[in-house]
């Protein structure tokens, strides 16, 4: 899909903090965040900031629309597509790498949407799976 | 005493009539005969051997088939064994591939002084064009050795810690790597960028290259040491209007299959930013 990438760290964060079982987002966040930071050679606290950014999101969109864990997915992975692409793009645009905006947005941006999108619906799945397994039900006496 | 006399027309006869009969038998003349005749023996005996055999089966039945099983399961523990062996052995013949190529290429370079190491990571982001090896500053790598592979340049070390190295590759859009262009014998850069394609900028107007020329570092910048293979010229863009020429670069290593590359340990880099004016960029 030319030059974008599924950010899998994001979708697996999103569909494990929109799981209503589950709770402590924001440690999933800065781990995830620092995860990334590890691995990429941006400076740490960009995914850092950028994840903890997005499990803030997602907390205000779930305190609005909590009946529609899909609608919070589909609209969380959008956006957090958009944030982190556009974060790395505006650091390292600062930073004096020579990044075409049109290039960005066609050949990685868009690209990564369509990906992460398409993704999100089997993680989320598989999310729930594993809260269910992590958080059985309980049973009423 | 009665004594039978011997009668040897009897005996002439049954020999004669012996001789004759196979005589008839081994001429084929008595085949239809005898198939007729031995037909039904031998319909009757298939007959009971097939149910012989049915009754023998009936019987062993449960013994063959525990010893079956037992069978079966040895040879499918076997086989995955042998099919693990066979993709290590695979592995080991690439990797063994990989390493005679970069020897190859050591031996063509025997000034710098090399240690290989292994990729084993690569950048999660898109924008990011850097790999991770499994050699660090325990080993001898420092910040700002160049990496090579069996093909050519890969890129530098932009970060180190002790049993591990960040290398950024020549694709990378913040890469600038200078180089000279051959058989032209003309200085140009390098531009890495986020689709991965490779531009060579900074091309003088008057400069006579082709599409098929060699690019090779030039070692100007102090980042790189010389004549180190970089790719060929894909293309030229000339504008009348602009002050210099650009063109795509085909390079000679593949960026997605780096699984080991070599470190020239020996190359220490040269900061020469410090004698510009810091208001200039160089690259």
Redesign the interface.
Known sequence: ML???A?L?LLVLLAWIIHEQTDTHWRWGILAGLL?GL????PFWIPLIEYIAIVGFVSIIQARIWQAPLLILFTAAFTGTFLI?GL??LF?WI?????VFE??FN??LLP?LILNVLFALPVFGLMGEIAKQVFPAEVAA | MNVQKPRPWQTITIVLVVVGVLALALGGFLTPLTRTALSPVFTALDWLTTRFQAFRDLVSAPSDVARLRQQNDRLEAEVANLQTQVINLQQQVTEVEILSALLDFARTQPQNEYIAASVI?R??????K?V?INLGSDDGVLRGMPVVGAEGLVGRV??VNANGA?V?LITD??SDVNVRIQPADVDAIL?G????DLTLDLIPQNANVQPGDLILTSGFGGNYPPNILVGQVASIRTQATALFQQAAVQPVVDFSRLEIVLVIINFKPVDITPLFPEEL?VP
Request: glycine share 4%.
């Open positions: 030059h974008g990438a950010d760290v990334v691995a990429t050679a941006l692409n790395d793009f390292l930073t004096g790498t020579p990044l290039e960005v050949l990685v990564s | 990571a950048d999660p982001r898109p924008f990011m850097f991770i932009t970060a960040r950024e859009p913040a531009q960028s986020i689709t991965s960029h």
